[in-house]
């Protein structure tokens, strides 16, 4: 069976910070990572579990998969383009603020059995 996936496009939130809450939910099968991510403290990890229910309806709508058989095989914070501010500093000079923002990919496989 092909890999199914759905992507969030410019959450602002950088991969460092990110990264823990996805190496929970890594290689579960996905009602155990969805259950995971609503019961997490972190406030991105709701942004990962719409990502994540994002990819099971696309599988369980366009390739006729069952919601049971569904792992998350790979899940990923890729570099987004940053936005960029700027902050004054002393006599009269400017300062780069880069606000990191991250690509999420999340891909679920049917399990073999």
Known sequence: MPAVQ???KDVSVSQKKIGPIMALVRNK???EAINILDL????????L?????SAVA????????DRGNLRVVRISADIAKP???????????VGKVRKRASRITVVVDGETI
Do not use: Q
């Open 40 to 47: 997490s403290a972190s406030p991105w990890a709701k942004l």
């Open 6 to 8: 759905a992507i969030s």
């Open 58 to 65: 696309n599988a369980e709508t366009n390739m006729l998969m």
């Open 49 to 53: 579990a719409k990502t994540v229910r």
């Open 29 to 31: 099968p996905v009602d």
């Open 83 to 93: 936005l960029r501010r700027f902050k004054p500093h002393a006599r009269g000079k």
